[in-house]
């Protein structure tokens, strides 16, 4: 990993001059190991999680040195993209089911054996989707987030990615987590283990999470993005603004996240996954 991890450095940050040959050789191998998993944005490292910046350089000289090409399927069904991202190569052999109807999963990610994937879906380059995770209708799996395994994307939320606008975190749902309908995590957001998002919760690094079980305020900070402890409830809220008499004359509120408690037995029942399903 390290020669191409150095490649990629040295190219983005203009150390070394560009040369086609030279670039897709290893970029053809960059993608073959983010396919395949052995390559990640980011992975846990003793209980960590550890950022591979190269990673986000590799896929945007990607988007860089690509060229505008046609990949039409016929004169109704166009479509044109750079030529260095068409779709991924997935394989009935991989196990992964993918429920026609308009989703698409970007090569350079990788989706693991017994992910279902319900139409429309987008998996950008980048992801990583763990084994036995369903990915619901409308989800979008943003560029480098990492989705760990059987996590429930409901319908309609979004997970953000790092390209644009400009993020260096890439979103990270852990192990057993269920991302509610409708729900928008970005922004380097970690979402650990066990926890569940409630329907509709916004969370970026601009949004408090007040936990209300341990009475503390959760923020992002300078170099973190917000950090969703393990098996936590959290549940779309709101604060009031305080900032102007116009604003508390007005009685404005914004948004803020609320843990209401950690998972207990009626969650578990709430959120129980259906293995006919998978
Ligand atoms: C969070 C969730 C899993 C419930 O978990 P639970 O442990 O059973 O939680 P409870 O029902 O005990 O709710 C705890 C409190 O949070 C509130 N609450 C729960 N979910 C909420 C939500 N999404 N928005 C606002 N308040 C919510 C409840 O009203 C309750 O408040 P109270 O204690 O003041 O009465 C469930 O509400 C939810 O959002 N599920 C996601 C469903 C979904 O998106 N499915 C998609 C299928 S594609």
């Known amino acids: 990993m ?35 998993g052995r390559v990640r944005a980011a992975e846990p490292v003793d209980d960590r999680w550890k950022v591979h ?18 990949f039409s399927l016929n004169s109704t069904f166009r479509y044109f993209d750079k030529h260095t991202y068409p779709l991924n190569p997935v394989q009935i052999s991989d196990q992964v089911r993918i429920v026609p109807g308009g989703t698409t999963i970007r090569t350079g990610c ?65 192990n057993d987590v269920l991302v509610g309908g409708n729900c928008g995590i970005y922004e380097g957001t970690v979402i650990s283990k066990g926890a569940v998002i409630g329907a509709g919760t916004i969370l970026t690094r601009s949004i408090p999470v007040y936990d209300l079980v341990n009475e503390k305020i959760i923020r992002a900070d300078q170099n973190n993005g917000l950090v969703i402890p393990e098996n936590a409830v959290v549940i779309p809220g709101s604060r009031p603004v305080v900032k102007s ?16 408690k950690y998972r207990d037995s009626k969650t578990d029942r709430t959120v129980a996954l259906e293995e006919a399903l998978r």
């Open 2 to 36: 390290e020669p191409l991890k150095d490649y990629f450095i040295n190219l983005y940050e203009q150390k070394i001059d560009y040369d086609k040959d030279e670039f897709f050789r290893h970029f053809e191998k960059f993608i073959i190991l983010l396919n395949s």
């Open 53 to 70: 910046r190269w990673v986000k350089y590799g896929i945007l000289l990607g988007f860089k040195h690509g060229d505008s090409k046609d």
């Open 110 to 174: 990788y989706v693991a054996a017994g992910v279902v994937i319900m139409p429309p879906a987008y998996i950008n380059v980048g992801a990583y989707v763990g084994a036995n995770s369903m990915i619901d209708s409308h989800a979008l799996v943003g560029s480098c987030a990492q989705v760990g395994e059987r996590v429930h994307l409901s319908a309609a939320s979004q997970i953000g990615g790092v390209l644009e606008p400009v993020g260096a975190l890439p979103v990270i749902i852990e």
């Open 245 to 260: 008499e116009f604003a508390k004359k007005e009685n404005i509120q914004s948004a803020c996240a609320l843990i209401v």
